[in-house]
T-cell receptor, first 117, second 115 residues
């Protein structure tokens, strides 16, 4: 089974509108972390937001928020007030604690977001 | 504060050759991870080094190897290159020993083309 599933290969949103990018995950580890990264065409992965499995509140970072629904195993990224510069590939990733305490991330297949005027 | 630096940014090799990629982490970061990104397989974890020791390893053949130096800089090596090794190789560094909320900061990547 896929550990991280992103079902939207591509999304379009109009400038200034909000958009939700979906991410579901699968793990039996009670302690895990969820990340969202943005990858522009230049290739560099840019960290957006983090949610720990024990965090009580949904994470927020500026225009980014994470809609964390633990029972449904979903961690959707919400981008408010979209900007043209938000056009990029977005990846959801998970780090499980049962990987020896290290930094192994499992990534989803990504969602290509295009912001239009 | 300087980010994660990867060199070279682009390189072209032929089948059978070997390649070495370099990654300089953010100052003070002791963990360096490597990922391979291809259109077909997506982003896949190669290995992670922490304080010069390999802490995690992905499911790649032994042709892929790495090491970390005492200054935390890391190199990865791919021997006997195959066409399928063409990819963007991303390096990420992280500060702490315990994963927790540690964020991985990625470099711009090294794009390898194997002909």
């Amino acid at each position: 089974a896929q550990k991280i599933t992103q079902t939207q290969p591509g999304m379009f949103v109009q400038e200034k509108e909000a958009v939700t990018l979906d991410c579901t995950y699968d793990t039996s580890d009670p302690s895990y972390g969820l990340f969202w990264y943005k990858q522009p065409s230049s290739g560099e992965m840019i960290f957006l937001i983090y949610q720990g499995s024990y965090d009580q509140q949904n994470a927020t970072e500026g225009r980014y928020s994470l809609n964390f629904q633990k029972a449904r195993k979903s961690a959707n990224l919400v981008i408010s007030a979209s900007q043209l510069g938000d056009s990029a590939m977005y990846f959801c990733a998970m780090r499980e604690s049962n990987t020896g305490g290290g930094n192994k991330l499992t990534f989803g297949t990504g969602t290509q977001l295009k912001v239009e005027l | 504060k300087a980010g994660v630096t990867q060199t070279p940014r682009y390189l072209i090799k032929t089948r059978g050759q070997q390649v070495t990629l370099s990654c300089s982490p953010i100052s003070g970061h002791r963990s360096v991870s490597w990922y391979q990104q291809t259109p077909g397989q997506g982003l896949q974890f190669l290995f992670e080094y922490f304080s010069e020791t390999q802490r995690n390893k992905g499911n790649f053949p032994g042709r892929f190897s790495g090491r970390q130096f005492s200054n935390s800089r890391s190199e990865m090596n791919v021997s006997t290159l195959e066409l399928g090794d063409s990819a963007l190789y991303l390096c990420a560094s992280s500060a702490g020993q315990e994963a927790g909320a540690n964020v991985l900061t990625f470099g711009a990547g090294s794009r390898l083309t194997v002909l």
